[in-house]
């Protein structure tokens, strides 16, 4: 029985792309130590949800509906801070709209995304319970 020699080639092939995958993978202890910013609770008006930062980075974010008295909630999540008693100057990150007792959730893993301006959360209507995922490396 004649050995293929197609084997080796495929393995040498296989494992160059596992060992380049992870050189350029972001670390695994990167990835836990994200802050978990929990202050954001019932959000009425235009909020600093993080101050301007070098390198910070969004990972995520999660919101619910908190209102007493169920409600529709909706708001704009923006590249910037307060600027007097509102965002809306902020590049647009995402939307959020919330049904009544309605939760959401985003993930922008496994890059996240730059917002070392810091983020804003422009509330339109409603009570939002808003918390965003980030690390600063």
């Not at 709209?97 to 409603?126: F, H």
Request: aromatic residues 8%.
């Amino acid at each position: 029985m004649k050995k293929s020699l197609l084997w080796p080639v495929v393995l040498t092939v296989a494992l160059f792309f596992l060992f380049n995958q992870l050189a350029t993978s972001q670390p695994i202890i990167d990835q836990i130590s994200a802050t978990i910013d929990t202050a954001n609770t019932a959000l009425t008006a235009d909020t600093t949800l993080e101050a301007a930062t070098n390198n910070l980075k969004l990972y995520g974010w999660t919101a619910r509906e908190s209102a007493g008295t169920a409600a529709v909630a909706t708001g704009i999540l923006r590249h910037g801070v307060l600027s007097g008693s509102n965002c809306d100057a902020g590049a647009i990150i995402d939307f959020v709209e919330l049904e009544a007792n309605g939760d959401d959730r985003q993930t922008y893993a496994p890059l996240g995304l730059a917002v070392a301006s810091g983020l804003c959360l422009d509330v339109l209507s409603g009570t939002i319970d808003f918390n965003v995922f980030t690390l600063n490396k």
